[in-house]
């Protein structure tokens, strides 16, 4: 972010006062003023845990080319294809193993297993991915600012949180052939609180999978 950026930012935010009861019309305003800068602030859904993220986006580059400071072509690719792997995958997750096999279809310089998990690591700590226990999900970050890059791309693939209508990946699916839809884990939790005997909120079949508890905030740092 340039100095200019980041000026035009702090001003926006100190000339708009923020009731805590109000925070999406603040958001609303603080985003009418950074319009000009393509930049804005945007709202998602860890599917972790089922808190509400902000983050600040620039709208003049959704794709990832706005990675290509940081990443080499090849990472780049190798980060594309992992994308295709999760955005395509049944539960929003590839795993190590995977990403590592998808290398020997690079058309770029192919990367080697060491460079590959040295990519991986960086992509988790610069929040594009999350890992946990060798398998790799979209973090809350990627999913936000990438939103409009995966909509455009995945469009036969992707499919929206029949609860909260953002796009899902790590979800439950209704088994029903002629249904199918996704709840993410989180908003399974949630909405199938207290409830017996749990049915499909939209063709009302059994659902069969194992309801997770709601998490408490305490994760709140966690992404
Ligand atoms: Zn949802
Ligand atoms: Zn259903």
């Not at 998602?44 to 902000?54: A, H, V």
């Not at 998990?117 to 594009?128: A, G, I, P």
């Not at 970050?141 to 409009?148: G, K, T, V, W, Y």
């Amino acid at each position: 972010m340039s100095k200019l950026q980041r000026l035009f930012i702090n001003t926006a935010v100190k000339r708009t006062t923020y009731a805590p009861d109000k925070l999406e019309d603040f958001i609303d305003t603080i985003n009418s003023r950074l319009q000009p800068m393509f930049m804005q602030i945007r709202k998602g859904m860890s599917e972790n845990n089922g808190l509400q993220y902000y983050a600040l986006v620039n709208m003049a580059e959704t794709d990832i080319t706005r990675m290509s400071s940081d990443y080499a072509d090849n990472e780049l690719e190798l980060f594309r294809k992992t994308l295709d792997l999760i955005v395509c995958s049944e539960n929003g997750k590839a795993s190590s193993t995977d990403i590592l096999n998808s290398t020997d279809s690079m058309t770029t310089r192919k990367m080697k297993k060491s460079e590959t998990e040295h990519l991986l690591s960086r992509l988790v700590h610069d929040k594009w991915l999350s890992e946990k226990r060798g398998e790799y999900t979209l973090s809350t970050r990627c999913i936000i600012e990438m939103e409009p890059y995966i909509r455009t791309m995945y469009q036969d693939h992707i499919k929206v949180c029949h609860i909260c209508r953002n796009i899902a990946f790590q979800c439950q699916i209704c088994e029903n052939p002629t249904c199918g839809i996704k709840i993410h884990n989180p908003c399974v939790a949630r909405y199938f609180k207290g409830k017996s005997e749990p049915r499909c909120p939209s063709c009302d079949d059994f659902w069969p999978h194992e309801i997770p508890e709601v998490k408490r905030p305490h994760s709140q740092s966690r992404r």
